[in-house]
């Protein structure tokens, strides 16, 4: 059992949670992930490591609830235990094992949307502690449902893109990655993006008309975690690679990204049926009165 030592709720349906997990918080990388399982009977969840603390020896998550699974787990408490947490899984980001002195040469910038501000959160953290201070931009559609901009800030150069201008740039990523690069004379050896897969795929589309290199994390496509179900394939530069033992980060241009999304909604009918299911379940007991 595996203990939750922290909880906060970041946003709407948005959950930060530090599991003990002292051996995953030794051996993590920035990029990677973990799988865990609330309870014995519970289905797997894979998740983006958005933290770790190794003298603390807890692993940080972000939970969104968009399903049975990630409800049952943001229901749990500080104080109470998830039954599994294996890890790290994936691959860590290539830049951890670049020449520390060419890497200080470049100019990275960070593209977030939604939750996926927590995934690029060790990773920024990261170059920051070894002096290299990157810039990045988070999205989200309203200030309410920005996440960890506090901590961004802390270790890069933020900038905030929200849909209807209540923070920051008033429009979409793409919008301010383009005014940063084309009005503001910004220059960018390398851009990585990490969110929701429409918005990485026009996040590539632009970095590719500017002539940036961009890699993408398909973090969201992953189920098993393992290789071994086949779920998270896609095609990077005409050939298939498994997300989960590949990546989770590949080159942007070369994801086929509609391919990408086809597949990220290839059990949403499933997953409507179950929460259907599970909360006329908590009706007919009582919980949701």
């Known amino acids: 059992m595996y203990k939750i030592e922290r909880k906060v709720k970041l946003a709407e349906n948005i959950y930060l949670m530090d599991i003990y997990a002292p051996r995953v918080a030794k051996s993590a990388h920035p990029g990677q992930f973990i799988i865990l399982r609330s309870t014995k009977e519970g289905e797997r969840i894979p998740l983006t490591i958005s933290d770790y603390d190794i003298e603390r020896g807890t692993v940080q998550i972000v939970v969104q609830t968009l399903g049975v699974s990630t409800l049952k ?159 998270c394939r896609v095609s990077v530069g005409g050939q298939t690679k498994f997300t989960c033992v590949d990546g989770p980060e590949f080159d942007a241009h070369q994801v086929d990204f509609d391919e990408a999304m086809r597949r990220s909604g290839q059990y949403r009918d499933e997953e409507q049926r179950r929460m259907e299911k599970y909360k006329d379940h908590r009706c007919r007991i009582g919980l949701d009165k």
């Open 73 to 231: 787990l943001a229901a749990l408490e500080e104080g109470e235990a998830v039954e599994d947490f294996a890890g790290p899984l994936g691959r860590p980001s290539e830049f951890i094992y670049e020449n520390l002195d060419e890497l200080k040469g470049k100019r990275l910038l960070f593209v977030a949307g939604g939750v996926g501000t927590a995934p690029v959160y060790p990773q920024v953290k990261w170059l920051h502690e070894r002096g290299i201070e990157a810039d990045v931009i988070i999205g989200a559609k309203t200030k309410d449902l920005l996440i960890l901009t506090d901590e961004m800030r802390s270790v890069g150069n933020l900038y905030i893109a929200t849909d209807d201008g209540s923070e920051g740039y008033h429009g979409m990523v793409t919008g301010l990655l383009k005014k940063l690069v084309q009005e503001d004379g910004k220059q960018y050896d390398t851009v990585i993006t990490i969110g929701p897969m429409i918005m990485m795929k026009f996040v590539a589309l632009a970095t590719k008309e500017l002539g940036i290199p961009t890699i993408a994390s398909l973090n969201s496509l992953m189920v098993d975690g393992t290789g071994m179900c086949g779920a």
